[in-house]
């Protein structure tokens, strides 16, 4: 059975960084990729960022230059490490995973990020 754990969310000042870790139970080559999502309180949930199996990284605009996606293949671990946090990245953020074939997604049960002062 596939599982996805978040850890490292919690409360940040404004401008403060935090890093958020996801652990597969799985080998991580299973994914065609994998991605963090957050959904704040009475919004859709987002994609934040996403990388792919070749390496490839895709960001959302409003997190361009802030946020950086990585992952650790022998740890089956994606990373997401925030700066510059704002407020407005007040959310409970997500881990995903994706395969094509057959087209699944799993999706871990979210961790709370809170920015403010």
């Known amino acids: 059975q596939v599982q996805l754990a978040e850890s490292g969310g919690g409360l940040v000042q404004p401008g403060g960084s935090l890093g958020l870790s996801c652990e597969a139970s799985?080998?991580?080559?299973?994914?065609?990729?994998m991605a963090w999502y957050r959904q704040a309180p009475g919004k859709q949930r987002e994609l934040v960022a996403v990388i792919r199996s070749g390496g490839s990284r895709h960001y959302a605009d409003s997190v361009k230059g802030r946020f950086t996606i990585s992952r650790d293949n022998a740890k089956n671990a994606v990373y997401l490490q925030m700066n510059s946090l704002k407020p407005e990245d007040t959310a409970v953020y997500y881990c995903?995973?994706?395969?094509?074939?057959?087209?699944?997604?799993?999706w871990g049960r979210g961790t709370q990020v809170t920015v403010s002062s």
């Open positions: 995903n995973g994706r395969q094509l074939f057959p087209a699944l997604d799993y």
């Open positions: 799985v080998n991580i080559f299973a994914f065609n990729s």
